[in-house]
């Protein structure tokens, strides 16, 4: 089969792999569309993979093509989407149905071979069907939907609330399609690409703020005096991660999603802001709860098929297998604007 290994960092090469191996409880999957995460990128261009050589690859759709012994409920032609987490289920998170700090884990294209490859072989218990009306590009956007909506549970988002959203990632596009949904009273979406901001207002965002341009104090002035009720933090660097205590009203919630990968410090005077502000600190990592994979799966699925999350705007390039290296390098490019990325079987 045809697959992108990454042999190191900066090496990545389509080549011709055998089969994956199945066991009796798998599942072979032929894969239809598999989009690219941001956290992917520096396991390309940097040294975050956990070893090599490696298929990443974990927001997967496709088609079922074979099932093991003892796989029960699916069967070859099943359309399916995957689920990347391979918890243990017995560790002490586990039985608690916290499955992301799971001790034990494996995990679809960063611990074990993902989905930039034709063939994927997983666990029964990985695979969530598609409905009906939903495509196999839909389908591969379940996982980072579920991600951001897990972390408005995190953040107890509830509807007649306003929200900053800072990052117009696909994370942060989903929370404010979220957000929508529920019925925010405003959402404040801050980024510095013009056309991402654009998308936003176009999802119906009510102030879109250009992080980048100067006098963003004045634009902003009136949520500063007030501030927002949530703060959904997805970018992951030291700028934005203190923005959002700036943004959130006293005893409102900060809920931080972006993967940090720089040091962050504070004076004393922005530490000192969570201790005045009485602000509640939230973290959110993966989507994951019981009973598996949970809440933000299933209402993603099925928000994603009835077409009330959108998918199509927030698809902004599609690529073969073959083209990787070009996937990869538009979304390390900060001159080309790019938002999902997805790679076509
Ligand atoms: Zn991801
Ligand atoms: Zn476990």
Redesign the pocket.
């Given at each position: 089969m045809k697959a992108a290994v990454l042999h190191g960092p900066e090496d990545i090469r389509c080549e011709e792999l055998p089969l994956p191996k199945m066991g009796k409880g798998d599942v072979l999957v032929k894969t239809k569309a598999v989009g690219i995460c941001g956290s992917d990128v520096p396991r390309v261009w940097g040294r975050a993979a956990h070893f090599y050589p490696i298929v990443l690859g974990h927001e997967i759709s496709g088609e079922v093509v074979k099932v093991g012994k003892e796989v029960k409920k699916f069967s070859p032609q099943d359309r399916v989407a995957i689920i990347p987490l391979i918890?243990?289920?017995?560790?002490s998170?586990?039985q608690q149905g916290q499955y992301s700090s799971?001790?034990?884990?494996s995990f679809i294209g960063s611990r074990r071979d993902g989905g930039f490859a034709e063939f994927v072989s997983v666990p029964e218990k990985n695979l969530i069907k598609l409905p009906e009306k939903m495509s196999f590009e839909e389908g591969a956007l379940i996982e980072p939907a579920s991600v951001a909506l897990y972390a408005l549970m995190r953040g107890e988002f509830k509807g007649g609330e306003s929200i900053a959203i800072l990052g117009l990632g696909t994370i942060g596009m989903l929370v404010l399609e979220w957000t929508k949904l529920f019925g925010a009273r405003e959402i404040l979406c801050f980024d510095v690409v013009e056309e991402k901001l654009k998308i936003a207002q176009k999802l119906g965002a009510d102030l879109c703020v250009d992080s980048g341009k100067r006098h963003l104090e004045s634009t902003v002035s009136h949520i500063l005096e007030e501030g927002v009720d949530l703060v959904v933090e997805t970018v992951g660097i030291p700028a934005t991660q203190l923005q959002a205590l700036e943004l959130v009203r006293p005893r409102g919630r900060v809920v931080y999603v972006g993967t940090p990968h720089k040091n962050v410090e504070f004076t004393p005077e922005q530490f000192e802001k969570i201790l005045r502000k009485e602000i509640s600190i939230t973290g959110s990592w993966m989507s994951y709860s019981a009973p598996f994979p949970g809440k933000a799966w299933n209402l993603s699925t099925r928000f994603l098929a009835e077409k009330r999350i959108r998918a199509d705007i927030l698809i902004s390039h599609r690529f073969n297998i073959c083209q990787i290296r070009k996937a990869f390098e538009v979304m390390a490019d900060s001159s080309v604007f790019s938002e999902k990325v997805m790679i076509l079987f």
């Open positions: 918890p243990c289920f017995s560790c998170a586990c799971c001790k034990n884990y």
